[in-house]
């Protein structure tokens, strides 16, 4: 299987900026896209942004002109860089990606999750 393995969250004040890694490992032929969702409690996961192979990448809205994701197709790593943080963006950050396993065979993953807290 694959394994996704999430790092960089933390405490931070409003304004501040903060970088997710996620890296990922097992049996992959090849990573579609990756993505960094994130949930707070009682509200559903919702997706910040996506980085396709070969394509262009997506934004939230909200997010849009202060995050960046960026991709190591080499290393199988997605990047979050995550500046001008607001409280909003408080929540725990997961990482997901759509990776061919085996020939004709493509499965969604997900990361553990880090938390990220924006203090006000």
């Known amino acids: 299987q694959v394994q996704l393995v999430e790092s960089g969250g933390g405490l931070v004040q409003a304004g501040g900026s903060l970088r997710l890694s996620c890296a990922a490992s097992?049996?992959?032929?090849?990573?579609?896209?990756m993505d960094w969702y994130r949930q707070v409690p009682g509200k559903q996961r919702e997706l910040v942004a996506s980085?396709?192979?070969?394509?262009?990448?997506v934004y939230t809205d909200s997010v849009k002109g202060r995050f960046t994701i960026s991709r190591d197709n080499a290393k199988n790593t997605v990047d979050l860089q995550m500046n001008s943080l607001k409280p909003e963006d408080t929540a725990v950050y997961y990482c997901?990606?759509?990776?061919?396993?085996?020939?004709?065979?493509?499965?969604?993953?997900w990361g553990q999750g880090t938390q990220v807290t924006v203090s006000s």
């Open positions: 980085a396709p192979t070969g394509g262009s990448t």
């Open positions: 997901k990606a759509k990776v061919l396993i085996r020939t004709e065979l493509i499965r969604y993953f």
């Open positions: 097992g049996s992959i032929i090849s990573i579609y896209t």
